[in-house]
């Protein structure tokens, strides 16, 4: 148990898949995570940006940017990723009890447990509830599962402090808690990731979102230069920009059906996802790993099923690789 909650184990590690199986970065499709394999069309950048360290001003134009995206009234804190506030998290209250949502993904307990919080899973709502702490991850990584707002402000009530992962919401905004924040939900954190939907994980952006003390708390521990300039540049482009963000819902959505029919062919069973990533039921991971891998398709899979893999969507001009690696599914 203890592995499962706390075991850091993570997808996007393609250089172990070359280093096993053979071939060259342009050989392989990565969709062991769940980027968007599309992005954001980085704009031409202010050689500024670069040169001296981001202004107040320029931080205000990305939070600003963000609470128009997320439809939120809560204060928001920019994060060296969403990673950058789960690990700032643990340490805003002396630990205690935490509750994680499960099977999720992996950094909340693993970063709960290293600051010494007793993280346990919970497999229902209701387990988690009376915790000092509750994570939920909503949609949930890897099944997709959605927690609707209604219920996660039930639950707060019920809890501590409740962090909501939202890493995964930009293509459904409906299911978001984050419009709800304020005073009333005093004691939840929403986090966002920008990476993902964008396709820009190298940026290194996320924001978490907070009523008062608890956003004051956390802007503390992110420190005056949080994320880079090039990056406030980007994602204050990219946030605004609502056109691109319909239409690239609609290409995840149709992505994620071409995916799902492909699947259905090789005699996997879905288990859920998002847009940006489908999960399966596999006769056996790890073997469906190794076949898709020694076509170059690196995927995921977990510790804790021997029958889940979980595929990102490949990016346009590849799809035939992934067709012809599945076709060849025994």
């Known amino acids: 148990m203890k592995d499962r909650m706390t075991g850091r184990d993570h997808g996007g590690n393609l250089d ?5 199986f053979g071939g060259t970065k342009a050989d392989w499709i990565d969709l062991s995570t769940g980027i968007n394999p599309d992005p954001y069309p980085v704009p031409p950048l202010d050689p500024d940006c670069w040169a001296v360290l981001p202004r107040r001003q320029d931080m205000a134009r990305l939070i600003e940017a963000a609470r128009i995206a997320y439809r939120t009234p809560a204060g928001i804190v920019a994060m060296n990723g969403a990673q950058g506030a789960i690990q700032a998290i643990p340490v805003l209250r002396a630990p205690g009890r935490a509750a994680v949502l ?3 993904y992996n950094e909340h307990a693993g970063a709960l447990a290293a600051a010494g919080w007793q ?11 009376g915790a000092d702490l509750a994570v939920v991850v909503t949609p949930n990584n890897p099944d997709g599962r959605v927690t609707t707002p209604e219920a996660l402000e039930a639950l707060a009530a019920r809890v501590g402090l409740l962090i909501v992962d939202e890493s995964f919401a930009d293509a459904d905004p409906a299911q978001s808690i984050a419009p709800r924040l304020g005073p009333g939900l005093a004691n939840v954190i929403v986090l966002r990731s920008f990476g993902k939907f964008y396709g820009l994980a190298g940026l290194r952006l996320g924001f978490a979102l907070a009523h008062g003390e608890l956003s004051e708390r956390l802007a503390q521990r992110a420190g005056p230069w949080p994320v880079s300039g090039p990056a406030i540049e980007i994602a204050s482009a990219a946030l605004t920009d609502t056109r691109w963000h319909a239409a690239c819902c609609d290409r995840l959505a149709r992505g994620a059906a071409r995916l799902d029919a492909l699947a259905a062919r090789a005699g996997w069973k879905l288990l859920g996802g998002t847009t940006l990533f489908r999960t399966y039921v596999t006769p056996d991971a790890e073997a469906a790993q190794e076949h898709l891998a ?6 995921r899979i977990f ?6 893999m979980r595929l990102g969507l490949p990016p346009a001009d590849r799809w035939q690789q992934l067709e012809d690696a599945l076709a060849r599914q025994p």
């Open 16 to 20: 172990a898949a070359m280093t096993r």
């Open 102 to 104: 499960s099977p999720t």
């Open 119 to 129: 993280a346990a899973e919970a497999r229902t709502l209701a387990e988690t509830e």
């Open 294 to 299: 020694r076509d170059h398709v690196w995927s």
């Open 303 to 308: 510790p804790y099923s021997g029958s889940w």
